[in-house]
């Protein structure tokens, strides 16, 4: 993410620096004084930066898009990647039952089953 920032001096630039350093999942930080510019290249959103920014001076998002070393990664790299399928809801239930049956193993499925014949004006819930 490049972020255009208002600045004028290192004090600024210093508190500017530490509040967007708080955030979790930044790998770094740098900023051009002449350009004013901040970049920072992590997992972070950048509406929570611009948010942290705007507290210690004017910020102003400019790009967002992956770092110019992934990019060049990729390139290298032959894409071999399989299309992950959709699990349907039922699939995801049963998928859920089984870990619960792992974590808690005395778990039993009880299935009742009323008639309305013998109280018609019985309220079942199972």
Request: proline residues 5%; glycine residues 4%; contains cysteine.
């Amino acid at each position: 993410m490049v972020l255009k920032l208002g600045v004028h001096d290192e004090k600024e630039k210093r508190k500017a620096l530490k509040s967007v350093s708080s955030l979790a999942g930044i790998e770094s930080l740098s900023m051009d004084m002449k350009e004013k510019k901040l970049t920072v290249v992590g997992a972070v959103d950048p509406i929570e930066i611009v948010g942290k920014l705007k507290k210690h001076c004017l910020a102003e998002l400019v790009t967002v898009g992956p770092a110019k070393e992934e990019e060049k990664k990729k390139k290298d790299e032959p894409k071999k990647e399989e299309p992950k399928k959709e699990k349907t809801e039922a699939e995801k239930i049963e998928e859920l039952l089984e870990l619960y049956k792992k974590h808690n193993p005395y778990y039993t499925q009880t299935y009742r089953v009323y008639s309305a014949e013998e109280n018609p004006n019985a309220c079942v819930i199972s």
